[in-house]
């Protein structure tokens, strides 16, 4: 009975102020990150390290699922470790092998954009200058 029991799509509203003001937010940080931080939440986002966790992130991505299986099949082992060392070993092997795809897959193939040429498919850079369109990639 009441507000706490009414439901909208399955989420109850007393949450929504809740996601609203996370919509909220995350928009905020969207808008900021297009703009680029500065002070110090600027440099930790520009420091080596987080720069290059965001170029092997794809890796990252595609690489987390099956890691635990690599390592449980060449080290059956593991699968007694405590759980926090099986989670430092699986974090390394993936670190390991989402470097080695952008090095020996991803990063070759994004060097060959340049020999592609790339026109925008959207009516918004018609309206732009000349002077300012990108001429290659």
């Not at 507000?3 to 799509?9: S, W």
């Not at 794809?58 to 699922?65: I, K």
């Not at 635990?68 to 670190?95: D, H, M, N, Q």
């Amino acid at each position: 009975d009441g507000i706490r029991d009414y439901k909208v799509t399955g989420v109850q509203t007393c949450a929504l102020p809740i996601y609203v003001g996370l919509a909220l937010w995350f928009g905020w940080l969207t808008v900021a990150a297009a703009r680029g931080f500065s002070g110090v939440l600027g440099k930790l986002l520009q420091s080596r390290l987080l720069t290059r966790l965001g170029k092997i992130s794809y890796g990252l991505y595609v690489y987390h699922m099956f890691t635990p299986s690599i390592c449980e099949s060449l080290a059956p082992s593991i699968k007694t470790w405590p759980l926090a060392f099986r989670i430092l070993v699986y974090l390394g092997v993936l670190l390991v092998i989402a470097e080695c795809s952008w090095r020996f897959f991803e990063e070759p193939i994004n060097r060959c954009k340049r020999f592609f040429r790339y026109e925008s498919s959207s009516r918004e850079n018609e309206r732009l200058p000349q002077e300012r369109l990108p001429q290659t990639l």
